[in-house]
Nanobody, 122 residues
């Protein structure tokens, strides 16, 4: 069992930044690839980023160069640093843990957080 809790969401102006922590409990995040997905109003939940304990990261084209996924094993926490935010980044952001499968495929993830709302105003 892995419990994931995202936080750090809120309202930010376009061009601003937010950092979303995802605190894990139950098992160490080092055993999982940790993914971020988001769901905008009226849209399907979409892949944002995944990082592995090796340091490897993968990003959706829509966020590449603006978002950074990282982890702090000592705190058993992963982070999504979001810079140069755009109104189209507005969504509920979810943290998820992947044991095995395709990193960009949400159905392959084993555990999910409750989500945190990010709203970017223009």
């Amino acid at each position: 069992q892995v419990q994931l809790v995202e936080s750090g969401g809120g309202l930010v102006q376009a061009g601003g930044s937010l950092r979303l922590p995802c605190a894990a409990s139950g098992r160490t995040v080092s055993n999982y690839a940790m993914g971020w997905f988001r769901q905008a109003p009226g849209k399907e939940r979409e892949f944002v980023a995944t990082n592995w304990n090796s340091g490897t990261t993968r990003y959706a084209d829509s966020v590449k160069g603006r978002f950074t996924s990282s982890r702090d094993n000592a705190k058993n926490t992963v982070y999504l640093q979001m810079n140069s935010l755009k109104p189209e980044d507005t969504a509920i952001y979810y943290c998820a843990a992947l044991r095995t499968g395709l990193y960009y495929q949400k159905s392959d993830y084993d555990y999910w957080g409750q989500g945190t709302q990010v709203t970017v105003s223009s």
